[in-house]
Every structure is written in structure tokens, then in C-alpha cells.
């Protein structure tokens, strides 16, 4: 049986998992794209509603309901077990980053984030 057929269970799996899912990854670019540019425009309500609300409703869908066996084949899910918790928290340190960045309008900084973020991606899937 391979492991498409037999899909990650655990919730801690299904957590790593979901986060190379082409749902979550391109609600996480969309969203984020779009948060920084209602920050820069200093629209901070609406920016932290984009920023959170719809990549926690997916996040919580895909735990819940998402299909990962096709994704544990891959070549990112086969370099998963690197995404650490502190890689996590550096990714979300990115993010903080680019969001001060754009509420001061800061280029500079918002690509220094950037960086932090795909630095991260690329250590774990090296």
C-alpha cells in the first residue's frame, strides 16, 4: 500500500502536512499579499481580518477534512520532517516582519522578511 492510499491519521501529520497543500499555500501567498497592502495603506482592521480569518478556516478544514496521502510522496513531503516548530515560528517571525514593514512603508524591511520566510521554505525542502 503506498502512502497515497494510506493517507497521514495523526493530527500531528495532518498538521505538518497541510501546510504544503496547494489550498493552504496559495491562501496563505493570496491572503498575505493582500494584508500587507491594506497595512501599507494603514488599513489595520481589515488587514488583520484578510491576514488571519481565511487562513485559519482552511487551516482548520484541511486538519479536519483534507486528503494528504498524495502530498507525502512528493518531494516536499518527503523533507516535511524539517519543518520544526522553530521553523514555524520563524516563518511567522517573517511575517511580523513584512507586516511592520508595510505599515511603516518600508521596502527595505518588507524584503528582509520576505527573505526570513522563503529561507525557512528552503532549508526545509533542501
Known sequence: M??????????????LYHQIHPVKLATDVVTGVIALRMLWQHRLTLALIVMFVPPIVVSTLLVARGRFGHLVDTYAGQRM????NLAMAMRLFGMLITSIAAWRAEPTLLVVGAALIAGVWAWVLR
Open 81 to 84: 520532517h524539517r519543518m520544526t
Open 2 to 15: 503506498t502512502n497515497a492510499e494510506r493517507p497521514p491519521s495523526s493530527i500531528r501529520a495532518r498538521v
